[in-house]
């Protein structure tokens, strides 16, 4: 018994920075771009978007994940979305940070990391 099924233009990429240092809570730090892989079909949309980056024990950012000018806040150092749903899969995302408000010291954000599910 053979298992055919109809092929389903569907799949995930997976796509990590390096991490960032933020130091003002006026003024917001990007990530460098995030990238499809070049095997990704060029007319795939986005249909969801895991992410992840770390901060220190005890610290928090405020965080966006943006494609563009379009960004949506993060609820935390993990998380998933659907906010660029229907979105060019080779669009750039890039992640935004930045301090709390009153906080004066630098954090430092590792670990920045995104899986894309497209169709």
């Not at 809570?25 to 892989?37: F, I, K, Q, T, Y």
């Not at 994940?65 to 995302?93: D, I, K, M, Y």
């Not at 992640?95 to 590792?110: D, E, N, S, T």
Request: charged content about 15%.
């Amino acid at each position: 018994m053979g298992l055919s099924q109809p092929a389903v233009a569907a799949g995930s990429w997976v796509a990590q920075v390096q991490g960032v240092r933020v130091i003002m809570a006026e003024r917001e730090v990007r990530s460098a771009p995030l990238l499809a892989p070049a095997a990704v079909p060029g007319d795939a949309t986005l249909a969801e978007v895991s992410w992840q980056y770390r901060v220190a024990p005890g610290e928090a950012v405020r965080a966006w994940l943006c494609q563009g000018e379009n960004c949506t806040a993060l609820s935390g150092e993990r998380g998933t979305t659907r906010a660029f749903s229907g979105g060019r899969v080779h669009e750039p995302l890039h992640f935004r940070f930045a301090l709390m408000p009153g906080h004066k010291r630098m954090i430092q954000v590792q670990g920045l990391q995104l899986i894309a599910n497209y169709h």
